[in-house]
């Protein structure tokens, strides 16, 4: 059988094809700096104004946020979204690694072939259908067990609860690729020692895996605390400095919905007090992003 012979190229030039694909990823690159440029100048730009008369002391020590009265502490909008994403978190971070291990190292083929595609279905449910389910479903069944003078309607638990279900396939996903990339060499080596699949799941892969799984946990939380339509529909519509989950409380995403929809003056203080609550936002989110690079780059193995 004769082996047909191959032209190869080594002159180093690129082929038409080969540059338009280069410009257009180059131009790719390019749109997505442009945007995020434009979104920090624009959050920039509009919260100028509003730290003009609003100190950075006064922002984040001043436990009321009333802009009736002049009163623009962000505490109770922080803590509410502290509340709902410590919540979201504390339901998924390990819901989604335990499927994550079950997907990577237990299931059939056939079993993984069906939970994958629910977890897919999970993960493209709009958010609002989300904050429908934990306003109807959930909040009715809190107030079963806790008692309806406990729990209020509108309660960050409910909504941490719900938000948790959204977060679950991202964080499964995302640990299961990261389990998935673990050397089978290592798994073969553990089993070789006579170390059950236990053992060499939680021994050897996930520590392996530790990157990818911190980067996927970071992630997740940064999906909580951006979420709005949950919170909006399930959480509370007035800002509040409370720790009680069964209270109701206001998120900053939330108040931006809420107030954004209204009747407010171009140029107010109120307007550009949106655009602060914004900027917060992304320099959480922001710093979440850097956090989950070092670890990434900390904790990665590097496997020849």
């Given at each position: 059988m004769?082996?047909?012979?191959?032209?190869?190229?080594?002159?180093?030039k690129?082929?038409?094809?080969?540059?338009?694909?280069?410009?257009?990823?180059?131009f790719?690159?390019?749109?997505?700096i442009?945007?995020t440029?434009?979104?920090?100048?624009?959050?920039?730009?509009?919260?100028?104004p509003?730290?003009?008369?609003?100190?950075?002391m006064e922002?984040?020590?001043?436990?009321?946020w009333?802009?009736?009265?002049?009163?623009?502490?962000?505490?109770?909008?922080?803590?509410a979204?502290?509340?709902?994403?410590?919540?979201?978190?504390?339901?998924?971070?390990?819901a989604?690694l335990?499927?994550a291990?079950?997907?990577s190292?237990?299931?059939?083929?056939?079993?993984?072939?069906v939970?994958k595609?629910?977890?897919?279905?999970?993960?493209?449910i709009?958010?609002?259908v989300?904050?429908?389910?934990a306003l109807?479903?959930?909040?009715?069944?809190?107030?079963?067990?806790f008692?309806s003078?406990?729990v209020?309607?509108y309660?960050?638990?409910?909504?941490?609860?719900?938000?948790?279900?959204?977060?679950?396939?991202?964080i499964?996903?995302?640990c299961?690729?990261?389990?998935?990339?673990?050397?089978k060499?290592l798994?073969?080596?553990?089993?070789?020692?006579g170390?059950?699949?236990?053992?060499?799941?939680?021994?050897?892969?996930i520590p392996?895996?530790?990157?990818?799984?911190?980067a996927a946990?970071i992630?997740?939380?940064?999906r909580?605390v951006?979420?709005t339509m949950i919170?909006?529909?399930?959480?509370g519509a007035g800002?509040a400095l409370?720790?009680?989950p069964?209270?109701a409380?206001?998120?900053?995403?939330?108040?931006i919905?809420?107030?954004?929809?209204?009747d407010l003056?171009?140029?107010?203080?109120d307007?550009?007090?949106?655009?602060?609550?914004?900027l917060?936002?992304?320099?959480?989110?922001?710093g979440?992003?850097?956090?989950?690079?070092r670890?990434v780059?900390?904790?990665?193995?590097?496997?020849?």
């Open positions: 004769n082996a047909q012979s191959k032209t190869v190229d080594l002159s180093g690129k082929r038409p094809g080969e540059a338009l694909i280069v410009i257009f990823l180059i790719a690159a390019g749109v997505s442009l945007t440029v434009g979104i920090v100048f624009i959050l920039g730009k509009e919260s100028l509003f730290f003009r008369e609003v100190s950075l922002f984040f020590t001043k436990p009321r009333q802009p009736q009265i002049h009163d623009f502490g962000i505490l109770p909008l922080f803590t979204t502290f509340m709902t994403s410590l919540v979201a978190m504390i339901i998924a971070l390990p989604g335990a499927s291990v079950y997907l190292e237990y299931a059939p083929d056939k079993v993984r072939s939970i595609p629910v977890l897919e279905v999970l993960a493209g709009p958010s609002v989300y904050g429908f389910f109807q479903i959930v909040t009715p069944i809190l107030h079963n067990l008692g003078e406990r209020d309607i309660n960050t638990l409910s909504a941490g609860l719900v938000m948790g279900i959204l977060i679950l396939p991202l499964s996903s995302m299961e690729d990261a389990l998935s990339s673990v050397p060499s798994r073969e080596g553990a089993y070789a020692l170390a059950t699949k236990l053992e060499v799941s939680t021994n050897i892969v392996a895996a530790l990157s990818g799984i911190s946990f992630v997740g939380l940064s909580a951006g979420e919170v909006a529909l399930a959480a800002p409370t720790l009680n069964f209270k409380a206001e998120t900053m995403t939330g108040h919905v809420r107030i954004s929809g209204g003056s171009y140029d107010s203080i307007y550009n007090s949106l655009f602060a609550i914004g917060l936002l992304f320099v959480i989110t922001l979440l992003n850097i956090l989950s690079r670890l780059k900390k904790y990665q193995e590097v496997y020849e």
